[in-house]
């Protein structure tokens, strides 16, 4: 935990716990429902692994986290106190979309952005069976450029190496014009009349892809002229 304010202020007392580097966006992490370490990993691609186990330890001494074991299974769930964050990390949000519009080159990360998609999929508005969209970045580096979401009725996941199945759409865009849609700064129509986003299959997948994903709640977040 970080150093005392030395305040009765329950305002202060709180940013004690909260306000060490990448903890809040650990709770964000939890609060999306990503309880694995690996998983959490992903979430935070930019995170030390070490650093992560330290915070992870601090949230659940502080009795935010509780660490579930289960044979091999390590899984870290939120507490009550854990869930009531919610609130303060989604009022975070949406401030952060009204008042802070201005995203630089190193904020587009397509790791993570996709890592965020593949946990947005509306699986009952996808064909039944197996169904694979490609995603291509042509403006980042070639290691980054190519990623896949594999969506089943179970599961759906998320791979940085061609996962072998046959691919039902590809989406081509450039990775600030994708954010950009992700944080509903600009519609998909929009960005596809505007050729940002180009989306290649057959007729009836193109014009159903949006509608496989449910954009984040602070993506309908007005914002200031």
Known sequence: MGSSYHQFCPVA????????????????????????????????????????????????????????????????????????????VEALAAW???????????????KLLLWDMHRNVDQTAVPDGRTVIEFQFPDVPPSSRRWWIVITRDEVDVCDTDPGHAVAVTVIAGVRSMVEVWRGDLSWSDALRAQAVEVRGPEALRRAVPGWFTLPAWAAVSRPA
Not at 27 to 42: K, P
Not at 52 to 70: D, F, N, Y
Not at 98 to 108: A, S
């Open 96 to 110: 952060g979309i009204r008042w802070i519009g201005e995203l630089g080159d190193e904020d587009l990360d397509p």
């Open 13 to 88: 007392k709180a940013v004690e716990l909260l306000d060490e580097r990448w903890t809040l966006l650990v709770i964000r992490e939890l609060v999306c429902g990503t309880e694995r370490f690996n998983e959490l990993r992903r979430g935070l691609p930019r995170m030390s692994p070490t650093l992560l186990s330290r915070r992870l330890h601090q949230l659940t001494a502080a009795g935010i986290v509780e660490r579930h074991v289960k044979d091999n299974d390590v899984r870290y769930v939120l507490t009550q106190a854990g869930h009531e964050l919610r609130p303060v």
